[in-house]
């Protein structure tokens, strides 16, 4: 496979999408907050999302960033593992 940089530099981008696809199946990125109109929302990510053949979403942030619907009418899962911040994940 190829390295895509201007690819890789878009998702990167805090202003587009701040993610990165970590491995193929994988990607990490900055949840949406639709308390904050200035972020980005669930379905700005969604056709991305498909795009890179991403089917599940795990949200480490709390549940009041967004509603799991959003992700779910397009057929993305949401998982929720919430932690508090700076801390190491429930085992």
């Known amino acids: 496979a190829n390295f895509d940089l201007h690819k890789y530099c878009n998702m990167d981008n805090p202003a587009l999408f701040d993610m990165h696809q970590v491995c193929p199946k994988l990607v990490a990125f900055r949840g949406p907050d639709c308390r904050d109109k200035h972020l980005r929302q669930p379905a700005d ?18 549940v009041e960033t967004y509603d799991v619907k959003e992700f779910g009418k397009d057929g993305i899962a949401v998982h929720d593992m919430q932690f508090e911040d700076c801390t190491t994940p429930p085992s």
């Open 45 to 62: 990510f969604t056709g991305l999302f498909k795009r890179l053949g991403v089917t599940d979403v795990v949200r480490f942030n709390e």
